[in-house]
Each structure stands twice: as C-alpha cells, then as structure tokens.
C-alpha cells in the first residue's frame, strides 16, 4: 500500500506563494510519473505540473512561469511552489503517484 501524505496550502492573498508537499511512503523512482493536480468548485480535474515517465516536466499553460515542482529523491518529497498566485488558482490541490493520489490540500486565493 502507497502513501501520499501532503503538506502545505491554506489561505492566502492575491499576488502571494506558498508551497504544498507531497511525501511517499516508499521512494519515487519507482513512480512511472508524479505530479499534481487541481480541482476548482463545478470543475474538472486538471493536470497543474508533473514528471512525466520519460524524464520531463509538464506544466498547465495556466500555471507556466508561477509554479514549479521539484523533487527530493531522499525524501521521496515532490514539491509544488506556488508564486504569483490568482483567485482562480482555489481549488483542492491532489499529488499522484502513477496510480496513488493523495488526501488533497485545498489552496484558497482570496482577491
């Protein structure tokens, strides 16, 4: 059983950062990708950031040049910092694992 314990989020204000983590119970190379994802009230799923299995990093096109996610393989931590942040950046922030997910941060950005 894998799991993704998450830190991080909470309230903050327009123009503001903060950073969620995402620690695994066993170490993240074995993870075919890792990542986040986001969902905002009455909206889809979608893929914020993520190491792709072939060794690259994804970003929404909402999110390039504000986010970046990171990784420590001694920590089996992946990491999303957050800059720049909107109000439409609110939603519940979920870490994935290939197919393991975790409890979901909510990250509010109030304007």
């Known amino acids: 059983q894998v799991q993704l314990v998450q830190s991080g989020g909470g309230l903050v204000q327009a123009g503001g950062s903060l950073r969620l983590s995402c620690a695994a119970s066993r170490s993240i190379f074995s993870f075919s990708a890792m990542g986040w994802y986001r969902q905002a009230p009455g909206k889809q799923r979608e893929l914020v950031a993520a190491f792709t299995s072939g060794g690259s990093i994804n970003y929404a096109d909402s999110v390039k040049g504000r986010f970046t996610i990171s990784r420590d393989n001694a920590k089996n931590t992946v990491y999303l910092q957050m800059n720049s942040l909107k109000p439409e950046d609110t939603a519940v922030y979920y870490c994935?694992?290939?197919?393991?997910w975790g409890q979901g941060t909510q990250v509010t950005v109030s304007s």
């Open positions: 994935v694992a290939s197919v393991y």
